[in-house]
Each structure stands twice: as structure tokens, then as C-alpha cells.
């Protein structure tokens, strides 16, 4: 059974850096999409960022230059390196695994993803 805990979250102010974390355990793919999503009340939510198992990158408009998608094969981690963040940030922060489904370049389409983990919350004060 795949199971992706994310940790991290917290309150920063503008301008700080958090940096997120996702643990994964019983994801046996060889090929995949790992990503960032983020839902705020009120809002759509957002592909942030994703990564594939040959390293390749895609990151929302909103975010390039702060935030980088990053794994730790060794030990099943995906990161979100969280700098210069923004009052529009604060969000519930997921992450995410495909399936059978994969994409070059990775996908921040969420129809793409079959896992998901439970959130960790960023709030953001100016």
C-alpha cells in the first residue's frame, strides 16, 4: 500500500524559507511524477511543482525562481525548498505520486497523480 506523509509546514514570515518534506513507502515505481499541490480556501487549487524519475522539472509560474522540487531516492523523500515566500503561498501543501501514469516533462496536472498524501500547512505572515 502506498502511503506519502508529508512534514514541514509551519508559519514563516515574508520572505522566510520553509523547506517540505513527503516519506514515501510501498511506491515501487520505476517510472513516475512526483509533485507539489496546493489548495487555499477559496481558491483553485495549484500544481506547484514536479519532478520525474529522471530528474526533469516543471514548476508553476507562480514559483519559479523560490521553490525547487527536489527527491532523495535513498530515502524515498520528496522535497519542496521553499524560499522568498510570498503572502499568496499560505496553503495546504500536498504531495503526490502517479501510477501507472507518467509524463516527460512531469505533469502539475492532477489527473495525472494516483497518490496523495494527507496536507501540511504553510501560513505565511507579512
Known amino acids: 500500500q502506498v502511503q506519502l506523509v508529508e512534514s514541514g509546514g509551519g508559519s514563516v514570515q515574508a520572505g522566510g524559507s520553509l523547506r517540505l518534506s513527503c516519506a514515501a513507502s510501498g511506491y515501487t515505481y520505476s517510472y513516475y511524477n512526483m509533485g507539489w499541490f496546493r489548495q487555499d480556501p477559496g481558491k483553485d487549487g495549484e500544481g506547484v511543482a514536479a519532478?520525474?524519475?529522471?530528474?526533469?522539472?516543471t514548476d508553476a509560474d507562480s514559483v519559479k525562481g523560490r521553490f525547487t522540487i527536489s527527491t532523495d531516492s535513498a530515502k524515498h523523500t520528496l522535497y519542496l525548498q521553499m524560499n522568498s515566500l510570498e503572502p499568496e503561498d499560505p496553503a495546504m501543501y500536498y504531495c503526490?505520486?502517479?501510477?501507472?501514469?507518467?509524463?516527460?516533462?512531469?505533469?502539475?496536472?492532477?489527473?495525472?497523480?494516483?497518490?496523495w498524501g494527507q496536507g501540511t500547512q504553510v501560513t505565511v505572515s507579512s
Open positions: 519532478i520525474d524519475s529522471g530528474g526533469s522539472t
Open positions: 503526490a505520486a502517479s501510477g501507472s501514469r507518467w509524463s516527460r516533462p512531469p505533469s502539475l496536472a492532477r489527473g495525472v497523480y494516483e497518490y
